[in-house]
């Protein structure tokens, strides 16, 4: 059984949006077709509190970009993005949202955040995903979305880690790109612990 995982493609990680993803539209109409090809389908949603300690405007003289400690572990700070139930944390309204049978939100603890889909950074705490994917009887993951160098990036390793045979779109995804090679980086990283490879024509 098959499931596609749609990463966090909300109106902030958008151009125009808070923490833009450059060309992030441009996987949109990918993923609708995507969602008609593989008919089991779960979203993910970053779901931040306005005080969560991501944001750099939480902490003194800190700027998006720059490293702190947040509660033991290494925390790159962003702009204030994806807070809970603004405009800029809702699933883009061209995605396909009636084929997503359940939305897991992440990111809501403001003391530790979340990239991957399935676990909060410091893997402490699930968000059910892999419980819920386990009952439905699903052994292969695919995964598209945003961003490949940060949230498609931890969803895809926690994937593997759940040993579940997995994939990722590389035409359903970009990068943020922070510096200019993160994107090749991030998927030689996960060639490397697991991660398949591939292009949606290819399914
Ligand atoms: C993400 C940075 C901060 C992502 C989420 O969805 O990749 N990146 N929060
Ligand atoms: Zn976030």
Redesign the pocket.
């Known amino acids: 059984m098959k499931v596609l995982i749609v ?2 493609v ?1 109106y902030d ?1 958008l151009p125009g949006g808070a ?1 833009a ?1 450059p060309e992030g539209d441009a996987i949109i109409p990918v993923v609708n077709e995507l969602m008609e090809k593989i008919d089991f389908v779960v979203a993910t949603q ?1 779901w ?1 509190p306005l005080d969560h300690g ?1 944001f750099a405007d939480n902490h003194v003289d800190k700027r998006p970009g720059d490293v702190v400690d947040l509660n033991g572990l290494k925390q ?1 700070l ?1 702009p204030v ?2 807070v809970q139930n603004t405009h800029g944390a809702e699933l883009e309204n061209r995605l396909d949202s009636q084929r997503i049978r359940k939305i897991f939100t992440k ?1 809501t603890d403001p003391g530790i ?1 979340s ?1 991957s889909g399935f676990y909060d950074n410091g893997h402490r705490k699930s968000t059910g995903l892999a419980e819920y994917l386990k009952e439905h009887g699903v052994d292969e993951v695919y995964v598209a ?3 490949a ?4 990036k931890f969803t895809a390793l926690d994937a593997v880690k759940e040993n579940f045979k997995t994939w990722l779109f590389v035409d359903a995804t970009r990068a ?1 790109n922070l510096k200019a090679d993160d994107f090749d980086k991030a998927i030689r990283e996960m060639q490397e612990k697991g991660v398949r490879m591939l292009k949606s024509a290819d399914i």
């Open positions: 990463v966090d909300q990680f923490l993803v970053d931040h991501s790159v962003w993005h994806c990111g955040d990239y979305g945003l961003a160098d940060y949230c498609v943020v």
